[in-house]
Structures are given as structure tokens and as C-alpha cells.
């Protein structure tokens, strides 16, 4: 159980609230253009909207890539997104923390939003660091004293100890965000008290924190089952000695992931019935979907899909889970060949009675993709911290709000 503040425990009206957002949206690596806004969007119609209704002074903290990669830009485009949602003025300065963000600071009236410099563009930003030793910063020092609130609403971002998520909760009254309060409840629901039974599905290429997810669900008896596609239930074929072929184990190598075989082969031995692997594949062969049982593998063909009896076979156990999480599509769904176990499963999770989380950027452009966005009961803002939720980590950001909440109990902004 995490406790914290919420914007219900504190009067704005008229108080300068620094918030920290997760705007880090997908852009177009040749013209900078933000491609989806998802984020943006998420922030924008809980926290801030709220915010402004409430007639705070509100000043907005995000990052936005990381410099030197395609990704990175400053926040104007998001300042101006951020106006088109919610049809009202923002303001947005290129400027972190030097005169003329606080002279805009200093401007700021009841209800306005304004939008400070990308934080990344401060080297000093992603330097590790205690809560207590990053209010010491630049950052924090400059800004802090301006301030009334810090509000903490980029769970997305919460598994980084970054200056502007853990800084200003050393030194100023803190609360989480409506997406941060969200985002925990739920994690909360699917790890701390999640309906029996309960189901995981997991897929995807990103195959590095599949042991470490599988073994904490499974140990501490948050799953009943875990159903695996994509290159995820690979290598977990691989860990219990099933030959794929040549090309898949090349595959495995160069991604660095054989490493992980012995412990993903004492999961399979100690829970033979829990994890759930494909029975039969799809394999990409020119182009063409060619199912087969796994019983007939190796093939020099890459696997690109689960079969259709795996895909009857993970839809009964799905049909009868009480709460899912989903996180990763189960084959190569770009490609209409490879779409048929990613589009049943995901149509199945949506259209259960059970409780669904999803998460992962492939995940939610899936299911956006298949417009089932409305029928999952939850879908997370978050990529790295939901996985290292989900692995049972404790998230510095969440972490650095649990403790302002219990050093400063007593200390709310005055009415
Ligand atoms: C994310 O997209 O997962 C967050 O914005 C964190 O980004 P980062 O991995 O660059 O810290």
C-alpha cells in the first residue's frame, strides 16, 4: 500500500503549483513533430485541467527525449498541443530556471498554465541522487522558492530518481497528480489485491525483464497463469529445450538474452502449469503465414505469431480471469499475416468481465488500433516504471511522495 497527498488535500486557488507531467511523446525523428499525444492528452484533461479550475498558478515541468537521440526537442509544440485540449491560454517560455522562467513565474495568475523548458535541457536533471541531496540543485533552489506545491504526476517517469521528479519533495508540500493517484490505485489493484484468478499476458520484443516480472508474479502469488507470445515465449520455448532453429537462436543471441535460460528454465520447472506456452506457431514463410505445432519445430523460419490452438487455448483461460494484466502484443501485429493472435487475445481481454491493465507503448497503439481503448478497464501512461513496477521494484518517485507525506503531515498551504 502506497500513501500519499492528492490534489484533495490542498487549496490551490491562487498558489503557485509546480507540476511535474510525463509529456515524452512519440515524434518524428525528421520533423520533430509529435506523432501521438496520448500523453499530453492524459495529463491535460486530469491534472492540469483540474488545476486550472481550481485557479491555481499552475507551472508545468516535463521532459521530452534525451539529448543527442532523434526524440529530443524543446516543449513549445507541447505547450501549444497542451492549448488545443484544453481551449485556453498557455503560456510557454524557453527558458528552465534562469530570469526569464521566473519572471513568467512571477506573472502567472489564478487559472494559467505555463509551460517551462524541456528539464533534460539541464544537464543537471538526470543526475542520481537522494531526494534531500537533488533539492540542493540548481533547479529546485531556483525554483522552489517561487512555489507553493509540488505536484507529482509523472508515474511514467517515477522509476528515475531525476531531479525534477524527487527534488522539490524534500522542500515543498507535496501531492500526486489525478494520474499518478490513478496509476498507483490500479497498480496497486493487479499487484497488492488482484481478483483470482488472475491472468498476465505477455508479449513483445523487449524480452529483458521477462524473467524478473515472471518470477515476482509468480513467487508472491499475484498470477495463476501467464500466457506468452511474441519473442517473450521464445525464449522461454528455448529455456525448456525445444528446438525453434537456427535463425530464432541467432536471434535470441544477439539480443543478449540466452543469459537468462537457466532461470527462466527453473520457473518452468517450478511452475509447469502456471506458465502457458504456445502449442502452435505461425511462421513467416516469404511473407506467407504458415502455421505448425511446435512439435514440428526447428524451422529456418522466423516464428511470427502464436497459432490459432494457442490462441483457443489462451482465450479459455482468459474467458474465465477475474483480473488481467497485458502487457506486450503476441506476434509481429503490424503485419496483417501475424495480426490474428494479438487481435483475438487483445478482443478477448476487452470484451471479458474481468479487470484489464495494459501498458507498453506497442500494447496501446494495438489496442488503439483495434479501437478497444473504451473496453480496457485500465490502460497506464507507462513503459519502464509499470515494468519495474511489475517486478516488484519500489519506484524512487513514489517513493520521494510517500516520504513528504509522512515529514510533512501537518503541512498544507494555507487556505
Ligand atoms: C518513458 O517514456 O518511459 C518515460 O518518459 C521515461 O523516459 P526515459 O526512459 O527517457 O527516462
Redesign the pocket.
Known sequence: MVYFKTLDDFNVKNKTVIVRV?F?SEVDPQTKQVTNDMRIRAHALSTLKELAEKGAKTVVLS?QG?KGEPDYTNLEQHAEILQQILKCPVEYVDDLFGEKAKNAIAQLQGGEILVLENVRSWSGETKKGTPAQQSETELVQNLAPLADLFVSDAF??AH?DNVSMIGFTAVLPSAAGRIMECELKQLNKVLENPCHPCVYVMGGAKADDSLEISKYILNNNVADNLLLGGIISQLFMAAKGIQLGKGTMDYLEKKELLNLIPGIHELLVNYPDKIVLPIDVALNIDGKRVEIPVSQLPSEHPIFDIGTKTVEKYVDIISNAQSIVVSGPLGVYEDSAFCYGTKTIFETIANSNASSLAGGGNTIAAIDQYRLTDKISYIST????LVEALMGKRLPGVIALETATETKKFYAIPA
Not at 507507462?382 to 516504471?385: N, P, Q
Open positions: 510525463d515524452n521532459h534525451r511514467s517517469v528515475r507507462a513503459g519502464g516504471a
